[in-house]
């Protein structure tokens, strides 16, 4: 009886092996990608400059500015949509680029599955 999993000799044991090392390639640029993308960080800007926000790799917001003109004492709802505008935007962005990262880097992992065991 033939060794259908062992490996030299072709058969369905090449396949698999050289399947798991496609896969454990994969993963290895997946959690890569998931570094890089933990040391991103994106800056938005609203109202023209007035307040600008950065955003990290881990959804946190790193540095908040808001230019003096932006301080309207008699409007504080202005700045408040402001700052919502850019911490938003920035942790939008932030967050896309991230998952652009990961799915660049997990985007042959469907076709490492025989047919009808996708994901």
């Known amino acids: 009886m033939k060794n259908f999993m062992g490996g030299g ?9 050289k399947l798991l090392k496609q896969a454990q390639k994969m993963q290895a640029d997946i959690a890569k990608a998931q570094e890089e993308a933990a040391l991103l960080e994106v800056e938005a800007s609203v109202g023209g400059g007035a307040v600008i926000a950065k955003a990290n790799g881990k ?61």
Do not use: H
């Open 59 to 119: 959804l946190e917001i790193s540095s908040l500015k808001i230019s003096p003109e932006a301080i309207d004492p008699s409007d504080p709802e202005m700045l408040e949509d402001l700052v919502l505008a850019a911490v938003n935007q920035a942790l939008r962005d932030v967050k896309e680029q991230s998952e652009a990262k990961v799915a660049k880097a997990s985007a042959g992992m469907a076709g490492l599955m025989p047919p009808g065991m996708g994901f």
């Open 9 to 17: 000799g072709g058969g369905m044991g090449g396949n698999m092996g």
